[in-house]
T-cell receptor
């Protein structure tokens, strides 16, 4: 398996533009997580899905952020409109069913909003 | 979620054993302790998980005393490539409870 795949790896956009980040989890994993990492706030959980259903989105900063998981192999995180304070590295992670609480992280998308 | 406390940073010379301690005074009966490692420009990577006593794998050992209010990640004979941030998480293994990464411990290995 190729692991968790995220695209794009880098995104530079201007304030006010829509940004869409994409994630393909590991096949067979039933949990998918979106995280944001900044120097100031560390690694923060934004939202997670179980079997494609959003379970907890309490970490989503505001209504400008939305996430979808239309099927087991694809998820998106959208920011509309984007703001400079959204600049961060966004990670997607997936986890297999079972007792071991091991999340597999993707390489991340580095977002810069000018 | 049980809160965890770790040192912000540690330095070590190559070849030494490194022990990183995490405090989790409010750990619940069903909580497990999990450690992740994050290299610069990469996502975190699972290292080890345990419930009590000692767990060992090819990467590290995890020591958990009887009261489970703390745990120690032990890295044997570190090399420069072990320079990373190490996170201690406490929570249940089912569901998605093990999700608060905190600030972690930044380990710097010195030649």
């Amino acid at each position: 398996d190729a692991g968790v795949i995220q695209s794009p790896r880098h995104e530079v956009t201007e304030m006010g533009q829509e940004v869409t980040l994409r994630c393909k989890p590991i096949s067979g994993h039933d949990y998918l997580f979106w995280y944001r990492q900044t120097m100031m706030r560390g690694l923060e959980l934004l939202i997670y899905f179980n079997n494609n259903v959003p379970i907890d989105d309490s970490g989503m900063p505001e209504d400008r952020f939305s996430a979808k998981m239309p099927n087991a192999s694809f998820s998106t995180l959208k920011i509309q409109p984007s703001e400079p304070r959204d600049s961060a590295v966004y990670f997607c992670a997936s986890r297999s069913p079972g007792e071991l609480n091991e999340q597999f992280f993707g390489p991340g998308t580095r977002l810069t909003v000018l | 979620l049980a809160k965890t406390t770790q040192p912000i940073s540690m330095d070590s010379y190559e070849g030494q054993e490194v022990n990183i301690t995490c405090s989790h005074n409010n750990i619940a009966t069903n909580d497990y302790i999990t450690w992740y490692q994050q290299f610069p420009s990469q996502g975190p990577r699972f290292i080890i998980q345990g419930y009590k006593t000692k767990v060992t794998n090819e990467v590290a050992s995890l020591f958990i005393p009887a009261d489970r209010k703390s745990s120690t990640l032990s890295l044997p004979r570190v090399s420069l490539s072990d320079t990373a941030v190490y996170y201690c998480l406490v929570g249940k293994t089912y569901g998605a409870n093990n999700l608060f990464f905190g600030t972690g411990t930044r380990l710097t290995v010195i030649p």
